[in-house]
């Protein structure tokens, strides 16, 4: 005999368990449903890219983490890290087919070989959603009510997104002279919630080498107590008025459509050294912040410039969806299930195997989840399956049952039996209690 | 400016586009709704995992086709180039948490270095469920049953599913002495449809040399015109009396559930070389046999025997997605959809784009997927994007109308206009349609 291999999987990589999978799959579809409302449209692109492709806009970091190898063509090939870079590559090849404005969601695994930790693997999950090809006020809010609406179906409704116009910083710091340094000063206002106001500023003069200018980008940064007070505040230290103007008009549309209270302006997001031209976004839980942002994006210029001569701008966000399952899972706010059963057609006797199969065909003829317990194994240990599975119902037919075409059927939850019934009346039970 | 990188995937490999992957989902979808309506759970697994435990069993064959590399940690890594090696991983590393029998189904990519031709491909997917755990006709029969409900579920119902019994083969083979040349024979048998019976004869005669055994082969082989017949055949022949026993329960329960028609005996099928011991399958499209089996599989003895030391039975069956996909195209059953939208509120003037969305956020809040055309461009542009996402309706809102709340509603299939209605009355019009 060979030596057994002991059975293991690689380091941050998960297996998903049947409730673990369940629950994923539960959250995609509401999802999908989500975007399938607002006309967003699934794509699939390949796992792997050529290196080339994937790599040539990114950072050493990214680079280190990629898992990137030759394949047995002797092709530089790599697996991808994230959706956006597949969906820039997407748009410039198949432009000619597409109609723009062109909306898309893509629900899949990314790689990336980081230092597992708490929370974090080397394969997950990413839920990204764009709208490329119209750069108006419109998309803009399409994306963020999107945003509301995708949280809300799962039940996600105490948050706050907030949000502000990278584009209107960038024109800020153009007028006090200190574009040249906006890299550091991003870095730095990025760490406001962290490290606090004062040391903020302290790092701000530093880098502005300059009192005034660091106090005025503390202002600009620490906005007001309204939306419209804030953005007053932007306006006025930016004169960036098309901007300003844009995030009016998203406004008027969050209250004409009642999902303002959900939004907040606050200019001291701006999405760090991403390549965001436009209004940018992270969303928090009210009850949970400190897990961080579990949906962010913004507007970008020019999505898939590395690939082709023409311009197309696009917003677009993306869901964390292990983080999000993490702050759920601390909300106690994930519903899972061991199975997609209704009824457990336990066996009592294998020599009604016949009658039991038939019984199941015609439950799930009628809409009912049906499974029979394939061997008369003690009924102590098929009871314990069928309530590992989350089974509501458990059927009980004997021969001379079976002979009369009728059975017990037992709630297994209230333990309430109904006996001597036909298959009709125990389908118009179990949909009864379905719909309760 | 950087060159641009012209914009291109790997050979073998496939962008899906919205049709084509609103397509695949919805075939997706359907699938998953039988799966769980038999008590099937989802698992998943990595991607990546370790070499040693992918490639252990594996012919030099796969050894060759397999993505396999050394990650940034020097492990020996590849790709998973089927579902049931990891599942036999899955199960043998997480025996204590799972629950016998285990019914699961796995739809996911797998990745192999083929050389692409017509209809293959380097990444796929593939659509496997079992039930590991119980080794009784119970648990043959539900693969059968649920193999036939699958693609019930899709709109195919003309097939023929032909089945055999590798392991009554087996005992064949051992009672005429043959045991030793069963891999030869194996090849042998598995061309009797391709060159047909004169030369299997000859073939079997070459590696039997004997002429009656070889006849003794092709009889058991050929059967008759019924499964009783057949399997009456098959017994004589075999003497595998426990064999015969279980493939007439699984009849009895075929004809119980009124599904029997749709299931040949056919000695021929055996799977080839593969690992099966038990009930055996292919399944055809009546309109379509050249393109091959769409479903197959069968009962296989010790499925994770690499890795752990109980033994555990399972039977189970794989759908070819990407064949099928191609054959449902050839038959012209392939249902897709350019989105899942109701109604587009087209763009008439920019300034009532708050109004647009406020609608859209009311429609869609009763059910109504819609979405707003972001820029007034050109009516007809609109009207183009709105035919090729499939959209019935559209809403033609002016500034005089949203003054009073109404707006025009076109169906946009019919041009039967609405005009000055309210959005209750647009949302019952939509509603009355939907149900057509």
Known sequence: MDTLIQPRILKGFRDYLPDAEIQRALLVEKLT??????????????????????????????????????????????????????????????????????????????????????????????????????????????????????????????????????????????????????????????????????????????????????????????????????LTIMEELSSAHEEAKRLRTIRSMMCASGIDKTFVLDPSITRGLDYYTGIVYETFLNELPSIGSVCSGGRYDNLAGLYMKETISGVGSSIGLDRLIAGLEQLGKIKTRGSFLDVEIFCLDEELSVEYQALAETLRSSGIAAEVFPEAKKMNQQYVVAEKKGISFGILMKKEDAEKKVFTLKNLATREVFEGITVEKAASIIFASKKE
């Open 33 to 230: 449903q989500v975007f399938r409302s607002y006309g967003f449209v699934p794509i699939d692109t390949p796992v792997l890219e050529y290196s080339e492709i994937l790599l040539r806009k990114s950072d050493g970091e990214t680079e280190k983490q990629v898992f990137r190898f030759e394949d047995n063509g002797r092709r530089d090939v790599a697996m991808r890290f994230d959706l956006t870079v597949p969906f820039a590559r997407f748009v410039a090849e198949h432009k000619d087919e597409l109609y723009l404005p062109f909306k898309r969601y893509h629900i899949a695994k990314v790689w990336r070989g980081e230092k597992p930790q708490a929370g974090r693997y080397r394969e997950f999950m990413q839920c990204d959603f764009d709208m490329v090809g119209s750069d108006s006020a419109s998309a803009d809010f399409e994306i963020l009510s999107l945003m509301k609406s995708a949280l809300a179906s799962l039940d996600v409704t105490d948050i706050t997104i907030r949000m502000s116009h990278r584009g209107m910083f960038n024109v800020f710091l153009e007028k006090i002279g200190l574009k040249n340094k906006s890299e550091d000063i991003l870095r730095t206002v990025d760490k406001l919630a962290k490290i606090g106001k004062e040391e903020v500023s302290a790092l701000l003069t530093d880098i502005a080498s300059d009192q005034a200018k660091a106090s005025s980008i503390l202002r600009f940064i620490e906005g007001a107590s309204t939306f419209e007070e804030t």
